[in-house]
């Protein structure tokens, strides 16, 4: 769970019956999800946030990820151009912050 400055909630659950296993909630309502996070027993769920972007890790896979989306849930690309940065198989990520435009 990552909460927004604005009161917004980016979520992650590993089932969800209407594929918001990525989703993105606000006042009790549900806003949207992260755009191409896939469904079904989803594994990302380490999520933290540095105004404007909101950041995503699978940490459990075998494979490790970081995403990065605006606060709407759509892709946004890294200064490579990329919208994720692939880090060494042997890296996994359990926890994530961001400080001052620095993503830990």
């Known amino acids: 769970l990552y909460v927004a400055p604005d009161g917004s909630c980016y979520t ?3 089932w969800d019956e209407g594929h918001y296993e990525n989703a993105i909630w606000k006042q009790g309502k549900r806003l949207g999800k992260l755009q191409n996070m896939g469904g079904g027993l989803s594994v990302t769920g380490y999520f933290t946030g540095n105004k404007p972007y909101i950041f995503s890790a699978d940490g459990a896979s075998s494979s490790s990820n970081i995403y990065r989306f605006n606060p709407d849930g759509s892709m ?8 994720k940065i692939n880090l060494p198989s042997n890296t ?7 400080y001052q435009g620095e993503l830990y």
């Open 12 to 14: 992650q659950s590993i």
């Open 76 to 83: 946004a690309n890294f200064q490579s151009g990329n919208n």
């Open 92 to 98: 996994k990520v359990y926890a994530m912050a961001a």
